[in-house]
């Protein structure tokens, strides 16, 4: 079964931000370790890391007219960071690999989905 798993940033330290400054530098690498060994996870399809909210654009079409918003949608505190795909043989295995992700322990959240195939 193949998922995505959505990087919600929460609260989460995230470099270039004042919270990531306060961060040890033995803290730091210990979250650039953690994303480069599950990025090497095998069934790992490694995603991006996205700019800040405050840099998106959001895109509607309403009566024909396509209306653009600067910012994002969502509240910055809902706001996805990044994803990545995960081929697995459950669930289970899934949420695992979820638990290994930074933001999950550090104020954010991993939505895992299922991905549909056709």
């Known amino acids: 079964m193949k998922y995505m798993l959505l990087i919600h940033q929460g609260t989460t330290p995230t470099p270039r931000t004042e919270d990531w400054d306060r961060l040890s530098q033995e803290e730091q690498g210990a979250v650039y370790a953690a994303y480069k060994a599950i990025n090497e996870t095998p069934g790992v399809t490694p995603g991006v890391q996205m700019q800040d909210p405050g840099t998106a654009t959001t895109v509607r079409v309403q009566d024909g007219r396509t209306l653009t918003t600067d910012g994002p949608f969502a509240e910055i ?16 295995a899934a949420i695992e690999l979820a ?15 299922p991905i549909v195939e056709w």
């Open 77 to 92: 505190k809902e706001a996805i960071g990044g994803y990545l795909f995960f081929e697995a043989d459950d669930l289970d």
């Open 99 to 113: 638990a290994r992700i930074p933001a999950a322990s550090m104020g954010g959240a991993i939505e895992v989905r």
